[in-house]
C-alpha cells in the first residue's frame, strides 16, 4: 500500500480541486510514492498524534485541520506545529489533510451535524459547482420551541454548553448547518428560511438576531469532529484488511476547555 492510494480514496470522497483558496488540503508531508503500514485519523495533527502513529506503527497520519495552514517561518521544538513537522519528518511519517474539502460535499461535516439532528429534505445551504457546496439546511418533521431545541441539540451533540441567542418562542422546523466557523454565513441561512442556525465560532455581535430568528454556537471541535470517523469508515470501506485506526484520544483532543463552576 502507498500513501497515493489511500489519499485518492479520500480525494474520490472530497476532492482536491474544491477547496477554498486559503485552505491547505492535501497531502503536506511525505510523498504518493511512500509506503504505508498503517493510517491512524484524527482532527488535529498535533506531535501527539505523530508520536501516537508511531506507537501504532502507522506510517501516515489523515486530519481534518491542515498541520500547515498559514505557512511555517521558523520549524523547531518550542512550537507545536514545528514540533509535529519535525516528529513526522523523523519517523517518516506522511501527513494528509482534508479540510474545506470535506466542508463542502453532503457526506462531509455539515451532513453528518444534519443526520445527527435528523433533518429532512437536506440540501446544500450554499449551493456550488458540480453537485457541491458549503452547510446544510434541512427541517425537522415536529417543529420546536427554542428551549426545546437546545435540549436536543445538547443532548444529540453531547454538549456541556451551548452559546445562543435568545431562544426563540415560536416553533422552529427548518434548521441551517455549518460546521466549523461559519459567522459568515448567517445571512445564507436566513435567506434559505432558517429559524435556527447551527454553527461555531460566533462573534458576539451576530448574537443580535433578526426577529424570529435564532443562532447556536456549539463549539468548532464539537460541530465537526465526527469527521474523522467518516474519513475511517472511506479507508476501511476501500481497504478492509488494511491497518487503520482512529485516534485513542480524540475525545480529549479539543483544545478549548470548559469550566462550569
Given at each position: ?66 498541520l500547515i495552514f498559514k ?46 439532528l435528523g433533518l429532512k ?141
Amino acid at each position: 500500500m502507498t500513501v497515493g492510494e489511500i489519499t485518492r480514496v479520500l480525494e474520490a470522497f472530497a476532492p482536491l480541486d474544491i477547496q477554498e483558496s486559503w485552505d491547505n488540503s492535501g497531502l503536506l508531508i511525505g510523498s504518493p510514492q511512500d509506503p504505508v503500514h498503517g493510517v491512524l485519523v484524527g482532527f488535529d495533527c498535533t506531535p501527539e498524534l505523530i508520536e501516537e502513529a508511531v506507537e501504532k506503527g502507522c506510517d501516515l497520519v489523515v486530519t481534518h485541520h491542515p498541520l500547515i495552514f498559514k505557512g511555517i517561518r521558523r520549524i523547531n521544538a518550542g512550537d507545536p506545529v514545528g514540533a509535529a513537522v519535525m516528529k513526522a519528518v523523523q519517523k517518516g511519517v506522511a501527513v494528509y489533510a482534508a479540510h474545506t474539502t470535506a466542508d463542502k460535499v453532503i457526506g462531509g461535516v455539515s451532513g453528518a451535524m444534519a443526520r445527527r439532528l435528523g433533518l429532512k429534505d437536506v440540501e446544500f445551504l450554499e449551493p456550488g459547482p458540480e453537485g457541491f457546496g458549503l452547510g446544510c439546511v434541512g427541517n425537522w418533521a415536529e417543529p420546536r420551541t427554542g428551549k426545546e431545541a437546545l435540549a436536543f441539540v445538547k443532548e444529540c451533540f453531547g454538549l456541556q454548553i451551548i452559546r445562543s441567542s435568545k431562544p426563540l418562542e415560536g416553533p422552529i422546523s427548518r434548521v441551517a448547518l455549518l460546521g466549523g466557523s461559519g459567522g459568515g454565513e448567517m445571512e445564507s441561512a436566513l435567506r434559505a428560511g432558517a429559524q435556527l442556525y447551527i454553527t461555531a465560532d460566533v462573534s458576539y455581535h451576530n448574537f443580535f438576531t433578526p426577529e424570529g430568528f435564532m443562532v447556536m454556537d456549539i463549539g468548532h471541535f464539537e460541530s465537526e469532529v465526527e469527521i474523522v470517523d467518516i474519513f475511517l469508515a472511506q479507508i476501511r470501506k476501500n481497504f478492509p484488511n488494511f491497518a487503520s485506526y482512529k485516534s485513542a484520544a480524540l475525545d480529549r483532543s479539543n483544545p478549548v476547555h470548559y469550566f462550569v463552576m
